[in-house]
């Protein structure tokens, strides 16, 4: 089992920055592909990146070139640092992950994901 946590969230103006963090504890290792995704209300929950158990990280168009994803292995922990923030930005942020197991699954689905944390919410004032 892994359990994840998410911390960082917060209220923050348009233009202003937010460093979310998602600390795995648990079975975890270095294999394991670690997804970011947000929830706005009353819309899908949408994947917004991943830092894939090889190290290469992937970002959607939406938040390319204000995002960024990075992990630290010694502290099993990843973390989405959010920049120029947009109130459309605004929705609960989930980091989700999976072990290295094999799956035909994109790591854009949701249903790639064995593990999920509680989420943290975000709120962008404009």
């Known amino acids: 089992q892994v359990q994840l946590v998410e911390s960082g969230g917060g209220l923050v103006q348009a233009g202003g920055s937010l460093r979310l963090s998602c600390a795995a504890s648990?079975?975890?290792?270095?294999?394991?592909?670690m997804g970011w995704f947000r929830q706005a209300p009353g819309k899908e929950r949408e994947f917004v990146g991943v830092?894939?158990?090889?190290?290469?990280?992937y970002l959607v168009d939406s938040v390319k070139g204000r995002f960024t994803i990075s992990r630290d292995n010694a502290k099993n922990t990843v973390y989405l640092q959010m920049n120029s923030l947009k109130p459309e930005d605004t929705a609960v942020y989930y980091c989700?992950?999976?072990?290295?197991?094999?799956?035909?699954?994109?790591?854009?689905?949701?249903?790639?994901?064995?593990?999920w944390g509680q989420g943290t919410q975000v709120a962008v004032s404009s």
């Open positions: 648990g079975r975890t290792s270095t294999s394991y592909s």
């Open positions: 989700a992950a999976r072990g290295g197991s094999f799956t035909t699954l994109p790591v854009t689905d949701r249903r790639f994901y064995e593990y």
């Open positions: 830092s894939r158990n090889g190290g290469s990280t």
